[in-house]
């Protein structure tokens, strides 16, 4: 199973960032100077990278090497742009099924839907460039190596996806619980994406604004929700049941 390269070092990383590898996050050390470490801030804004300023302690349980101050992973995917993704899946099928992940951060339920994606036949996941959960080993790991086989896009705003998604003819319906239609009352037969929401707080307002319907899971218990991962994968069969008949 192919693992995420860990490189650290200033140097390293900019020329990583300059080479184009896919970078989730860069963690960097508290008070860090130079005009070197100024080079790579410069760098990281420009190319929208994910940064956390971190405790030295932090970075000395990542790696045993010399690591100057700065740790990345290389994410083990390439990941797709939106244009191409939808470009690709919509000149291969007339009813696609496409998944938006809202700033999920937990990388095991990460890693557990790509696994129902890949076992509903999802055409394609897409995610927030920052704040969204990386691929990283323990992604591929409870993926079971469907991060290899499922593609995945990364926006700017989810909303991106939503109205690109809009103006390509794919009806969106995003999960919430602050609704009385239930995934029963919605048609998935159609090209269709489904919103899932983080782990804490669910699809954010704005991003439930832009979809066209709305659904939640029946809870017949005490309990008021249920995992994110699994409450998708009863989402995704839904849509296969549907299509089913």
């Given at each position: 199973?192919?693992?995420?390269?860990?490189?650290?070092?200033?140097?390293?990383?900019i020329?990583?960032?300059?080479?184009?590898?896919?970078?989730?996050?860069?963690?960097?050390?508290?008070?860090?100077?130079?005009?070197?470490?100024?080079?790579?801030?410069?760098?990281?804004?420009?190319?929208?990278?994910?940064?956390?300023?971190?405790?030295?302690?932090?970075?000395?349980?990542?790696?045993?090497?010399?690591?100057?101050?700065?740790?990345?992973?290389?994410?083990?995917?390439?990941?797709?742009?939106?244009?191409?993704?939808?470009?690709?899946?919509?000149?291969?099928?007339?009813?696609?099924?496409?998944?938006?992940?809202?700033?999920?951060?937990?990388?095991?339920?990460?890693?557990?839907?790509i696994?129902?994606?890949?076992?509903?036949?999802?055409?394609?996941?897409?995610?927030?460039?920052?704040?969204?959960?990386?691929?990283?080993?323990d992604?591929?790991?409870t993926?079971?190596?469907?991060?290899?086989k499922?593609?995945?896009?990364?926006?700017?705003?989810?909303?991106?996806?939503?109205?690109?998604?809009?103006?390509?003819?794919?009806?969106?319906?995003?999960?919430?619980?602050?609704?009385?239609?239930?995934?029963?009352?919605?048609?998935?037969?159609?090209?269709?994406?489904?919103?899932?929401?983080?782990?804490?707080?669910?699809?954010?307002?704005?991003?439930?604004?832009?979809?066209?319907?709305?659904?939640k899971l029946?809870?017949?218990?005490?309990i008021?929700?249920?995992?994110?991962?699994?409450?998708?994968?009863?989402?995704?069969?839904?849509?296969?049941?549907?299509?089913?008949?």
């Open positions: 199973m192919e693992k995420p390269t860990q490189i650290y070092g200033i140097r390293a990383v020329e990583a960032i300059n080479a184009n590898e896919t970078i989730d996050k860069v963690f960097i050390q508290k008070g860090l100077k130079g005009d070197l470490f100024k080079e790579l801030e410069a760098l990281l804004r420009k190319n929208g990278i994910n940064v956390a300023y971190v405790p030295i302690e932090k970075l000395n349980r990542l790696t045993k090497g010399n690591h100057q101050g700065v740790i990345t992973n290389i994410s083990p995917i390439s990941f797709y742009t939106i244009e191409n993704l939808v470009e690709e899946v919509l000149s291969k099928k007339k009813t696609p099924l496409f998944l938006l992940l809202d700033q999920l951060s937990d990388v095991r339920n990460f890693g557990a839907i696994r129902t994606a890949e076992c509903t036949g999802v055409d394609g996941i897409i995610i927030q460039k920052k704040g969204a959960a990386p691929v990283t080993a992604t591929i790991k993926s079971a190596g469907a991060a290899f499922v593609p995945i896009a990364r926006v700017d705003h989810i909303k991106d996806a939503v109205f690109y998604l809009q103006a390509s003819g794919i009806s969106i319906t995003a999960a919430t619980e602050k609704t009385n239609n239930t995934i029963y009352d919605v048609s998935f037969k159609e090209p269709c994406a489904i919103i899932m929401g983080a782990e804490d707080k669910g699809v954010s307002p704005s991003v439930i604004k832009a979809a066209d319907q709305v659904a029946p809870l017949l218990g005490e008021e929700s249920l995992n994110v991962s699994v409450a998708c994968a009863v989402f995704l069969y839904e849509v296969v049941r549907q299509r089913r008949v």
